[in-house]
């Protein structure tokens, strides 16, 4: 019998037989490597990612729950690895997003002649609030009962026209201050914020607004003293930084996705909180690239937004298909926890979406 030959891997120094080591992966060469190998080791591992990744994605949107199950199963190496995936397709996303929506520049066609077309818009609505008035006038000045409609209805559109009055004056940033008439006075005094917080000091306690709005009034009053240009820059920053954070907010929301499936599906003890885990990077990934394709290739390409709302359906029905073969309940109960899954998960991104803007506020 003849020996057989071993080798010393280059990499890790662990002996190995035949041409790549069963410890790191490493191709085994007892001379210097050519040229000609080098390309021929950069095609074979570009050849092997292209395909994985269509193995990947193909199954991924026209095979709800499939790739998820498989994976969970042990079936790895054929695929992308859900990181991987979610990392390459919300980096594609995120590229073309902020390629195709510039802050700055919508900010800059914003700044120019947009004040009185606001201006304009803002009076024809109030013509026309005034004009609608002047007919529930004709229709209901008969009885007594009608009047008391009258007057409540004319209180109403009186607050609203006026209410639009104060907002046109800032409509450029698509600010309204007349939700909170304190603030409105304040900000038309041009009040500092020193003079504000020193005001609100000498009240008692009783009368003395919360700490949160006391600080928010006061980010406000500071930035009513930058003046036009300085509020269009700050709200550009702001909006920058706002949009900036939203991938950062993915990467808690993930987590919390797979955390409201392990509590809807709590008594299946056989499915760990990884297993959903999977789930939320493939459905997270598939939602990416439904939105490249849709959005920014289709949708460009004919014109339309008919792809993308495609697109949205798919995405409601692909996660109902992939509960139910990932689980295996009924339709019934997948379709009351994929409810209850959708409120969740909601009302957690608004108050995400909140903490969001409150903090790129604070950190502009």
Same mark, same amino acid.
């Given at each position: 019998?003849?020996?057989?030959?071993?080798?010393?891997?280059?990499?890790?120094?662990?002996?190995?037989?035949?041409? +790549?080591?069963?410890?790191?992966?490493?191709? $085994?060469?007892?001379?210097?490597?050519?040229?000609?190998?080098?390309?021929?080791?950069?095609?074979?591992?570009?050849?092997?990612?292209?395909?994985?990744? /269509?193995?990947?994605?193909?199954?991924?949107?026209?095979?709800?729950?499939?790739?998820?199950?498989?994976?969970?199963? %042990?079936?790895?190496?054929? =695929?992308?690895?859900? *990181?991987?995936?979610?990392?390459?397709?919300?980096?594609?996303?995120?590229?073309?997003?902020?390629?195709?929506?510039?802050?700055?520049?919508?900010?800059?066609?914003?700044?120019? %002649?947009? &004040?009185?077309?606001?201006?304009? &818009?803002?009076?024809?609505?109030?013509?026309?609030?005034?004009?609608?008035?002047?007919?529930?006038? =004709?229709?209901?000045?008969?009885?007594?009962?009608?009047?008391?409609?009258?007057?409540?209805?004319?209180?109403?559109?009186?607050?609203?026209?006026?209410?639009?009055?104060?907002?046109?004056?800032?409509?450029?940033?698509?600010?309204?201050?007349?939700?909170?008439?304190?603030?409105?006075?304040?900000?038309?005094?041009?009040?500092?914020?020193?003079?504000?917080?020193? =005001?609100?000091?000498?009240?008692?306690?009783?009368?003395?607004?919360?700490?949160?709005?006391?600080?928010?009034?006061?980010?406000?009053?500071?930035?009513?003293?930058? %003046?036009?240009?300085?509020?269009?820059?700050? +709200?550009?920053?702001?909006?920058?930084?706002?949009?900036?954070?939203?991938?950062?907010?993915?990467?808690?929301?993930?987590?919390?996705? !797979?955390?409201?499936?392990?509590?809807?599906?709590?008594?299946?003890?056989?499915?760990?909180?990884?297993?959903? !885990?999977?789930?939320?990077?493939?459905? /997270?990934?598939?939602?990416?690239?439904?939105? *490249?394709?849709?959005? $920014?290739?289709?949708?460009?390409?004919?014109?339309?937004?008919?792809?993308?709302?495609?697109?949205? *359906?798919?995405?409601?029905? $692909?996660?109902?298909? !992939?509960?139910?073969?990932?689980?295996?309940?009924?339709?019934?109960?997948?379709?009351?926890?994929?409810?209850?899954? =959708?409120?969740?998960?909601? /009302?957690?991104?608004?108050?995400?979406?909140?903490?969001?803007? !409150?903090?790129?506020?604070?950190?502009?």
């Amino acid at each position: 019998m003849e020996e057989k030959t071993t080798h010393e891997c280059k990499n890790c120094s662990t002996e190995i037989e035949g041409q +790549f080591c069963h410890f790191c992966g490493q191709r $085994y060469h007892d001379h210097k490597e050519s040229f000609g190998e080098l390309a021929y080791e950069f095609v074979s591992d570009f050849l092997h990612f292209d395909s994985r990744f /269509f193995k990947t994605v193909l199954p991924l949107i026209f095979q709800p729950g499939k790739l998820t199950k498989s994976y969970n199963e %042990g079936k790895q190496r054929s =695929q992308f690895h859900p *990181i991987r995936l979610y990392l390459f397709s919300s980096f594609i996303y995120f590229f073309l997003f902020f390629a195709f929506n510039n802050v700055e520049d919508q900010f800059e066609n914003e700044g120019t %002649g947009n &004040t009185k077309d606001a201006f304009v &818009t803002d009076s024809v609505n109030r013509f026309k609030l005034e004009d609608s008035l002047k007919t529930v006038r =004709q229709n209901i000045s008969d009885t007594s009962a009608n009047e008391k409609t009258l007057s409540g209805l004319n209180k109403e559109i009186s607050g609203s026209v006026g209410k639009k009055i104060i907002t046109s004056k800032d409509s450029v940033f698509h600010l309204s201050y007349s939700s909170n008439p304190y603030i409105d006075s304040l900000l038309h005094k041009k009040v500092t914020p020193e003079a504000y917080l020193k =005001q609100q000091n000498m009240l008692s306690k009783e009368k003395k607004a919360g700490y949160f709005e006391r600080i928010f009034t006061a980010r406000l009053l500071k930035i009513n003293m930058t %003046g036009e240009e300085g509020k269009k820059e700050l +709200f550009k920053k702001l909006t920058e930084t706002f949009l900036h954070n939203i991938p950062k907010m993915l990467f808690f929301l993930l987590p919390l996705f !797979a955390l409201i499936l392990k509590l809807l599906y709590f008594r299946r003890k056989q499915f760990y909180y990884v297993d959903h !885990a999977i789930l939320s990077l493939h459905y /997270f990934s598939l939602i990416f690239i439904l939105l *490249i394709f849709s959005k $920014y290739i289709l949708d460009n390409i004919f014109d339309t937004e008919f792809f993308t709302t495609v697109a949205f *359906i798919w995405m409601n029905v $692909y996660l109902l298909i !992939a509960m139910k073969r990932l689980y295996g309940q009924k339709w019934g109960k997948t379709l009351l926890k994929l409810f209850s899954l =959708q409120f969740l998960f909601m /009302f957690a991104l608004i108050i995400t979406l909140v903490i969001n803007m !409150a903090w790129s506020a604070f950190m502009i």
